[in-house]
Antibody, heavy 120, light 111 residues
Framework: QVQLVQSGAEVKKPGASVKVSCKTSGFTFSNYYIHWVRQAPGQGLEWMGIINPSGGSTDYSQKLQGRVTMTMDASTTTVYVELSSLRSEDTAVYYC?????????????WGQGTLVAVSS | QTVVTQEPSLTVSPGGTVTLTCGSSTGPVTSDYYPHWFQQKPGQPPTTLIYSTNNRHSWTPARFSGSLLGGKAALTLSGVQPEDEADYYCLFYFGGAQPWVFGGGTKLTVL
């Protein structure tokens, strides 16, 4: 079955970086995109970016350009999101989500989420 | 900056019907925006209900349907169940510099 299993919670200081992983299984890794979405406490969902595991191309939210990097490791079918220069506003639950684009684009499965807390 | 707008909150009675909408600051919503709808319950990740306007996943109950209505994307729940109480988010594809944008979410209360 399709699974996206994310790494555990992180606590970081302002100015630091954080790297969250999303281990995938149950499907052909190179055939699907992975999106990253975050949700600040009590707030809505925010799209962060997308990585295409077939080649590693990425597309990022304008808001996070310059601070976000998405990478992948095909040997372990894992994707990563790294956010640098952390500030308190980056405190959020970070989700990975699988997506495809055949005739039509679609999101389907989501990871369980990873809490990143930024605090001095 | 593109803004996607949803009703902040709606209330519906059990067994009733409710329509949630999602508009865009760019103008009328079309199928080229590939509207998606997600449900999120407290403390859980979102689940995908509808993709590309009106397509259900295998796990989406038939009482959920997506459409375009009056220049907006719409999610209609027919025969609402108590377990449908949740936050609902829409998502549009714009391409370009900001490819995907979520709406602010609708808190649906079943009362």
């Amino acid at each position: 079955q399709v699974q996206l299993v994310q790494s555990g919670a992180e606590v970081k200081k302002p100015g630091a970086s954080v790297k969250v992983s999303c281990k995938t299984s149950g499907f052909t890794f190179s055939n699907y995109y992975i999106h990253w979405v975050r949700q600040a406490p009590g707030q809505g969902l925010e799209w962060m970016g997308i990585i295409n595991p077939s080649g590693g191309s990425t597309d990022y939210s304008q808001k996070l350009q310059g601070r976000v990097t998405m990478t992948m490791d095909a040997s372990t079918t894992t994707v990563y999101v790294e956010l640098s220069s952390l500030r308190s506003e980056d405190t959020a639950v970070y989700y990975c989500a699988r997506a495809g684009w055949g005739v039509l684009p679609y999101f389907d499965y989501w990871g369980q989420g990873t809490l990143v807390a930024v605090s001095s | 900056q593109t803004v996607v707008t949803q009703e902040p909150s709606l209330t519906v009675s059990p067994g009733g019907t409710v329509t949630l909408t999602c508009g865009s600051s760019t103008g009328p919503v079309t199928s080229d925006y590939y509207p998606h709808w997600f449900q999120q319950k407290p403390g859980q990740p979102p689940t995908t209900l509808i993709y590309s306007t009106n397509n259900r996943h295998s796990w989406t109950p038939a009482r959920f349907s997506g459409s375009l209505l009056g220049g907006k994307a719409a999610l209609t729940l027919s025969g609402v169940q108590p377990e449908d109480e949740a936050d609902y988010y829409c998502l549009f594809y714009f391409g370009g510099a900001q490819p995907w944008v979520f709406g602010g979410g609708t808190k649906l209360t079943v009362l």
